[in-house]
């Protein structure tokens, strides 16, 4: 293999670590980042117990922001609308 692209395949791993290791999953400001039917969906499900458990932010794609049931079992991302569809992509161990 090629030193250069050996190097850059290198620097590439690098980078996304560090992008993935510096964010928090749930972000300070996130409030500020939902929409009213967003908030207004959050706010209800909050009621119930349910949770932040993280916020998806994906390059170059709208965030998706990740509840969990109070006994973690279920998942489910809040649409831009504010319905919920269930979340399925979730490695619990993952999810404290």
Same mark, same amino acid.
């Given at each position: &293999? ?9 620097? $590439?791993?690098?980078?996304? $670590? ?44 709208? &965030? ?33």
């Amino acid at each position: &293999m090629n030193m250069a692209i050996s190097t850059s395949m290198n620097i $590439a791993n690098v980078c996304a $670590a560090e992008r993935r290791d510096s964010d928090d999953p749930v972000p300070n400001n996130m409030h500020r980042l939902l929409n009213d039917d967003q908030r207004i969906a959050l706010n209800l499900k909050q009621q119930f117990g349910w949770f932040v458990a993280f916020v998806r932010r994906p390059l170059f794609q709208p &965030m998706s922001v990740v509840l969990s049931n109070p006994d973690g079992s279920d998942f489910v991302s809040i649409e831009e609308d504010g319905s919920m569809r269930p979340f399925y992509n979730v490695r619990t161990r993952d999810v404290d």
